[in-house]
Each structure stands twice: as C-alpha cells, then as structure tokens.
C-alpha cells in the first residue's frame, strides 16, 4: 500500500476500486466492508496489505480471502436477520465479522490456535459471533442445525458432517445454504451454493475465483464436489 494512504482512505478504495464493479451490490456488506478495519485481521507487519486486491498470508498454509471474493461469497449466502450461520475456518474473523453484520449469529470456528488469537482481539466488541475451536472437518454440531454453513476458503472435498449439520428440509422458511469454493486441480476455482431439498443437497456454480485452500479440507473422507 502506498503509505500515503492512510488505511480509511484504503479501505473506500478497496470497496469503490475492487467489490462494487464485481458485482457486490448488497448494501450491508458495502456498509461493513466501508467499516470494518481489515488491517485489524492480519499480523501487524502485514497491515500494509490488507487492503490489496489478493490473498494475504497468515501463515501455516492460511491466508485472507481477497476482497473481491470474500464479499461476493457472502453475497452468496443471502443470510437474512437471525439466522443461524457457521464459519468453517474463520480465520482472522473477517468473513464472520461481514455475516454478522449481515444479521448472521456467527458461529466462528478455527483449528489454528494463532489464527484463534488474533480473531478474538479482532473480533472484540463485534456482536453476534461465538469463536470456537476445533478441527474444521468435524464442522460443530453444538451448535447444529444451521441455516447456512460458510467455507472461508476453498475445498478439494468436503466432509459429510457439513451436510448433517444444516437445518433439514422442510424445518423453515427458505432452504439450508452451504457456500464454498470447489477446489480441482488444473482449473480455476468455483463458488458453489448447495441448497437442501427433500432429495439431498443440490449444488449449483455461480461464479469462477480463486481462493486458497484450507488443510484441512485437502484430504477428508466425506462427499467430494
């Protein structure tokens, strides 16, 4: 970042320059991302780049969704006022941070321990997210069902638990959501939406990008996409 910019000035950039003209045209996730303080959700020598159009690093192979992509797979999810929302590798907690300002109740879980640090000095003061911990491939069925489980990143396959955990069909008002990027080697990445019908979980592609993929989601025994 040009450090004579000043982080405000970056952050209306980063929403004008990169997520308003790729099609994020949800106000509350403008209104959040105008916000919300991203350089306050990396280490500290990596402020600079917070507002940069692409992935940072958070080390131990994780890293911060791109703005772009973070805020249309949020669009993605359409969470509507008191719906009950888990964040699978939450990371840092910004994505949490967007769904709760969207109405969400976040559950925000990571298995990183240095990730869980910064998100719970990131994420204080913020209402309506829980952090927890524990391994991303078990998803966390206290808090089960969900209206939408949220992957903060990609996956090559995903864990049948995601599935059992979303509210069943039938239990409300609109379809369970499962949002995530699909990972296959050789190709671009795709967001997909799965919605929950009386035959199963439906996916669907909306839109091609790229987003880095969590670990734990390389190799799991589960569904594959």
Known sequence: MDPSVTFDAARMLMVDGQVRPNKVGDMRIIS???????????????????YS???????????????????????LASVRDG??????????????????????????LEDDAALVTLARTALAGIA??????GPLDEGWPEGAPYDVIFV?????????????????????????????VRAAA???????????????????????????VLPALRRQAGFVF
Do not use: W
């Open 32 to 50: 959040a991302m105008r916000r919300l303080p991203r350089e306050a959700f990396v280490p500290a020598n990596l402020a600079p780049l917070a």
């Open 53 to 75: 159009d692409s992935d940072v690093p958070l080390g131990n192979g994780r890293a911060m969704v791109e703005p772009m992509v973070i805020a249309r797979l949020v669009q």
């Open 83 to 108: 719906e009950k929302v888990l964040v699978v590798g939450a990371g840092s907690g910004y994505g949490a941070a967007l769904l709760a300002a969207c109405g969400g109740i976040v559950t925000a």
């Open 128 to 133: 309506g997210i829980t952090l927890v911990s």
């Open 152 to 180: 903060e990143g990609a996956a090559e396959e995903m864990p049948q638990a995601f599935a059992e955990q979303l509210r069943p069909h039938g239990a409300g008002t609109r379809p369970s959501r499962l949002v995530a």
């Open 186 to 212: 050789g190709r671009m990445g795709q967001a997909v939406l799965g919605e929950v019908s009386a035959s199963g979980l439906a996916l669907r592609t909306d839109f091609d990008c790229v987003a880095p």
